[in-house]
């Protein structure tokens, strides 16, 4: 199918609605993905098919499970090359987006990305999670976190929901493992000060992959302790 096509109708049957500014965008991310993708090592998914389904479909699939609402904060952890916070602003611009990544090289892309797609109200942070998570400026500052394909759910736990607002929500996009993964991380849920809500079955357009959404509130403040000293998250994950 013509890629265009594949798009709009992958919106439509996730039940969103899309514009043709918003079509213009896309196609234009694709292009410049890939332009970059060539010297940058950005994403492994190098045809624009699989790009509309497995970047963009899959990052705005988050948004059917959630109301996203003008000057909500959304903050994107292991952003990548933007996804899932990318397609989500082209979708919703009014939000207020905070894209975080560890490599600088990807948040050289997203700048440039962003200026050419002409999205404004992004913020980008080079930067560990475990660091900004500390930091005044940006803790208990969010009414949504997300991280995709970054780390195991116990472990990106500890990246997120400190970023959380009471009453805010980290979603999480997970695969075949997501009850396993869930089961495994609802000690470190309620240490961090948040509840295990849903695991809600995506039914992603034109491919067969299983895919959940995770859904995950915030209830306490978190303890101040947590995030732990980058790097330590992942080599000692919070069990119980
Ligand atoms: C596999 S990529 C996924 C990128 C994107 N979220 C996606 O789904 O395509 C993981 C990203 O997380 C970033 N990352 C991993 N651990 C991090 C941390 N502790 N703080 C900030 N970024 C981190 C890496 O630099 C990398 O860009």
């Not at 265009?4 to 043709?20: Q, R, W």
């Not at 705005?60 to 994107?76: N, Y």
Request: charged content about 30%.
């Amino acid at each position: 199918m013509e890629v265009k096509k594949l798009l709009v109708t992958g919106v439509e049957k996730l039940d969103l609605s899309i514009n043709s500014e918003q079509i213009e965008k896309f196609l234009d991310y694709i292009d410049i993905l890939l332009k970059w993708n060539e010297k940058v090592n950005l994403t492994a998914i190098d045809d624009p098919q699989d790009v509309v389904v497995k970047h963009f479909l899959d990052s705005i699939s988050c948004a059917t499970v959630i109301d996203l609402k003008p000057g909500d904060k959304v903050m994107d952890i292991g952003t990548g090359a933007g996804f899932p916070g990318i397609p989500l602003k082209i979708l919703y611009p009014e939000i207020e987006l905070s894209l975080l990544d560890s490599r600088n090289k990807r948040i050289n892309f997203l700048k440039s990305l962003s200026r050419e797609l002409d999205l404004d109200n992004i913020e980008f942070i080079h930067g560990r999670a475990e660091d900004y998570g500390q930091n005044p400026e940006y803790r208990e500052n969010f009414d949504y976190v997300f991280a995709r394909a970054v780390a195991a759910l116990n472990i990106l736990n500890e990246y997120t929901i400190p970023f959380l607002k009471h009453r805010g929500s980290f979603i999480s996009q997970k695969g075949s493992e997501v009850k396993k993964e869930v089961a495994e991380a609802l000690s470190s849920i309620e240490i961090l000060g948040a509840e295990f809500y849903d695991i809600i079955p995506i039914e992603l357009p034109y491919t067969a992959a299983e895919r959940n959404l995770v859904i995950i509130n915030k209830v306490r403040e978190t303890p101040k302790h947590y995030p732990r000293q980058a790097g330590v998250p992942k080599q000692d994950p919070i069990s119980g």
